[in-house]
């Protein structure tokens, strides 16, 4: 059964910090991870999608890395700032070949000025 | 604009009512889902509707009940619910079931209080 953990369960930190997000899953037979932003009382915001043959995904200031064989993925955020504070959930597919998808419990990340 | 639209926002409910979320998209994706978020927990898939039929049903109470009679909307019917069904049910949407390059679409959803 695939199980996704998302560590650390909150972050605080100045504005300008470089910060890593990690995601670790339990069943490396994925064949994609998504990280997705929930800002509060909203849904959620696509931000990269990393299909398995890739390494690394990046957009803007953010670089999501995977790392199949370890159950590993990692979302690297440059030189915060306080509009990045919001929830960061990783997601994996159920199942190979299927877009129902199984979520981590989120980082809850505050950039503060 | 997220291209996926929930409705209501927001609501509260007895034990007793009977209430219907709806969504909806505009973005020609032919798989759509609901999802339940509490407090503290990760999102909980709940139904899964490929081109207007059901492929998945997640162990949900029969006090839920899902309706997609096409592949723009989706309802999701409510019946003498439980105060833990109190959470954000977040609808979504994506291309198709195993399309496995596009991202899920997500709504605002519709925080649901149960009295």
């Known amino acids: 059964k695939q199980e996704v953990t998302q560590i650390p369960a909150a972050l605080s930190v100045p504005e300008g910090e470089n910060l890593v997000l990690n995601c670790s899953f339990t069943?490396?037979?994925?064949?994609?991870l998504q990280w997705f932003r929930q800002d509060p009382g909203k849904g959620l915001t696509s931000l990269l999608l990393i299909q398995s043959s890739q390494r690394e995904q990046t957009s803007g200031r953010l670089n999501a890395s995977l790392d199949k064989s370890s159950g590993r993925s990692t979302l690297y955020i440059a030189a915060s700032q306080p509009g990045d504070s919001a929830t960061y959930l990783c997601a994996v597919p159920l199942a190979y070949n299927t877009d129902k998808l199984i979520f981590g419990t989120g980082t809850r990340l505050q950039v503060f000025p | 604009e997220t291209g996926v639209t929930q409705t209501p926002r927001h609501l509260v409910m007895g034990m007793t009512n009977k209430k219907s979320l709806k969504c909806e998209q505009h973005?020609?994706?032919?798989?759509m889902y609901w999802y339940k978020q509490s407090a503290k927990k990760p999102l909980e898939l709940m139904f899964v509707?490929?081109?207007?039929?059901?492929?998945e049903n997640n162990s949900v109470p029969s006090r839920f009940s899902p309706e997609c009679p096409n592949s723009s909307h989706l309802f999701l019917h409510l019946h003498t619910l439980q105060p833990e069904d109190s959470a954000l049910y977040l609808c979504?949407?994506?291309?198709?079931?195993?399309?496995?390059?596009?991202?899920?679409?997500f709504g605002d959803g519709t925080r649901l209080s149960i009295l």
């Open positions: 973005l020609g994706h032919n798989a």
């Open positions: 979504a949407s994506s291309p198709s079931l195993k399309t496995g390059f596009q991202p899920q679409h």
């Open positions: 069943d490396s037979a994925i064949y994609n």
């Open positions: 509707y490929n081109f207007k039929e059901q492929t």
